[in-house]
């Protein structure tokens, strides 16, 4: 038996099946995701934490899945729910997406990773004077 789809890509999911079980017409056995889609990257961030998180904005990502070399590189806010989800103990949180930077060919699906999102940036010799200079006042 050949399975054919109509685009190159990758198994995401597969409907367990059994021999000789028979399949009626339209039975979905597997989602398969094309190749020229896009890798986009969704976490959750608290409820607590939204006022500090705009689109646009760029955050560090750090996975343990890479074979070798620095696991962590930057993504860019793309887009952030209107609406927050809650859990059963009424956690909220909002679903981000985020764009990877462009050199980053290794990513696939199902990998995960620790995202912080980057709500400062500074010197940090700024960071240094900054306190001399107000120990000194």
């Keep these: 038996l050949t399975i054919r789809t109509a685009n190159d890509g990758q198994i ?5 099946l059994h021999i000789s079980e028979f399949l009626s017409a339209g ?7 094309p190749s020229s889609h896009s890798v ?13 998180i705009d ?7 750090r996975s343990e899945s890479f074979a070798a070399g620095d696991a962590s590189f930057d993504g860019i806010i793309s ?10 103990s009424f956690t909220g949180s ?19 990773f620790a995202v912080n999102f980057i709500t ?3 010197r940090l010799l700024w960071i240094v004077f900054g306190r001399i200079r ?3 006042r």
């Excluded at 997406?97 to 995960?112: A, D, N």
């Design 79 to 88: 887009a952030i729910s209107p609406d927050a989800h809650f859990n059963e």
């Design 27 to 33: 039975t979905t056995l597997a989602a398969v995701v």
């Design 55 to 61: 689109e646009g904005q760029t955050v560090r990502l």
């Design 120 to 122: 400062r940036q500074d």
């Design 134 to 136: 107000t120990a000194f």
């Design 40 to 52: 986009i990257i969704q976490s959750w961030l608290p409820t607590s934490d939204r006022s500090y």
């Design 94 to 112: 909002y679903r981000v997406l985020i764009t990877p930077g462009p050199s980053q060919s290794e990513l696939r699906l199902g990998m995960t």
């Design 12 to 16: 995401t999911s597969l409907a367990a």
